[in-house]
């Protein structure tokens, strides 16, 4: 498999499974997530959500019929930043046995390019602290480290 063959797609609802299987890959996707056959309901409940907000988009990297990743953009609006308009990045995967070979970058560069085109004045994205090579991955592609994330669970 090589990155020049990948396509990135909207996601569809026959692929949660390999999304919700990539988000399971380590320790906090395992201790959050259920990969279940058949998988629940609650995962197709927001992936139908998530297809009628106008502001949310899912992709697919795909190669060969295969998804091998996957990344959510979200584009807010706020009062801050002059009323500048946010590209959010989330649930960023690559399957573990297509890593380091651009699939991540394709997809990252594919969201950057759509957020601009939708307006947004900046990307951002929060990634667990424990993630030192997801961190280390944006770097390269030109994140920067500015914020400090904190999450209250319900």
Not at 50 to 68: M, Q, S
Not at 82 to 98: N, P
Request: aromatic share 6%; charged share 25%.
């Amino acid at each position: 498999m090589s990155a020049e063959s990948v396509s990135i797609r909207r996601a569809r609802r026959d692929d949660v499974p390999a999304i919700v299987t990539m988000l399971a890959d380590d320790h906090l996707g395992r201790a959050r997530e259920r990969v279940e056959d058949p998988l629940p309901a609650v995962y197709y409940e927001a992936f139908e959500r998530v297809e009628r907000d106008p502001n949310l988009t899912l992709v697919v990297a795909e190669i060969e019929g295969r998804v091998v990743g996957c990344l959510q953009l979200a584009v807010l609006s706020g009062i801050s930043s002059q009323g500048g308009i946010r590209g959010l990045l989330e649930d960023v995967r690559v399957a573990t046995d297509c890593r380091s070979r651009g699939i991540g970058e394709q997809l990252v560069q594919w969201a950057v390019t759509e957020a601009k085109a939708r307006g947004c004045n900046l990307v951002e994205l929060l990634t667990h602290a424990s993630r030192v090579d997801a961190q280390r991955f944006y770097k390269r592609l030109g994140f920067t480290g500015s914020h400090v994330g904190m999450t209250v669970r319900f």
